[in-house]
């Protein structure tokens, strides 16, 4: 099998626009908890996440005021009455984190005027009740509508004055140049590199790691919790309903009309590996692997995903490919198109897109 690759930042530009965003690691450098996570140094090296902090400090708020409760009532509990407790969990500011490029950030107060260069960190925010504290985004931000009101910012060639001139108290990138994170940190404006264009989250849980951990940095505990709450009902309903599946159908998912597909170890392959799909892209050495006409024909997918839709591509200029009739996604009139920023953003939204292609493979169990 022939696998092609392109390198340049134009063609990046081109084709993976809407993949760029956070990207959890899971190896865990010392002192520090693994990157791309909440973390709170403490003596000697361990490591107390927030959420086991703000648990304990739940239990002890509610055992303190029972206590009172007691001691006012003589010891007699008052009939109806309930120990209070906290509406959500509080961030202890400051706070520190190591982003994904190894970088200690350390965040001093709730940030109220975030600069998002990131679509899928831009969802995020919004989702989790912090869309308030957003004053910019980049450019490809369209999620939701709210987000375009924003000022703009370009993250693909950034502009430091541009952006120090919104006036940010936190900055998050996807994606640094060079020195961009420096440059901004020197400026006194705190910066958090959480992703990059070809390091994108490889699963869904990756995916509520990077929710909660911009809850965390945002103050939005509770709200990011009961997001990820949310998401992974619908994530278990589907697994649920593929329980007794063995191997799913050959699938070939188009980025653009150059035959650009996502292998199993991009996020958008994440998705096809929960729904059991044999993706024809397995075994290539990228994320987003650019495959020959022969290649796929000779895959014969059974089911053909256009994220290119938008670009002028449906099943009608597929089955119009010469020597692509044959397919088996061609023949059986099994070609769908997805709305690519719901599929290939690593966001709230990635579970719309799961259940979507989880009807495309398999419609006689997802009507």
Known sequence: MRWKSTRTLASLKARVFCFFCPKVYSKSPSPISR????????????VISLIQRGLLLLALVGVL???????????EPTPGASPTVLAAVQVPYPLSIVDTV???????AQPQRIASLSPAATEILFAIGAGDQVIAVDMYSNYPEEATTREQLDAFEPNLEAIAAVGPDLVLLFYDP??????????GITTAVLGSVEETPESVEAVFDQIRLLGQMTDHVQEAEDLVAEMQDRVDAIEESLADVEQGPRIFHEVDATLYTAAPDSFVGGLYKILKA???????DQPFPQLSQEVIIESDPEVIILADGAYGESPDTVK??????????????????????????????????????????YPERFE
């Open 35 to 46: 990157r791309g996570t909440f973390c709170v140094p403490q003596k000697g090296g361990d």
């Open 65 to 75: 005021a029972a206590a009172v409760a007691c001691e006012d009532g003589g010891g």
């Open 102 to 108: 190894g970088r200690e950030v350390t965040i001093e």
């Open 178 to 187: 060079g020195e961009l994170a420096s440059s901004l940190e020197r400026l």
């Open 278 to 284: 044999q993706n024809i892209a397995a075994g290539a």
């Open 320 to 361: 119009g490919r010469p020597g692509w009739g044959n397919i088996s996604a061609v023949r059986n009139d099994r070609i769908f198109v997805i709305d690519p920023d719901t599929v290939s953003r690593p966001g709230p939204r990635c579970v719309e897109a799961l259940e979507a292609l989880a009807g495309f493979l």
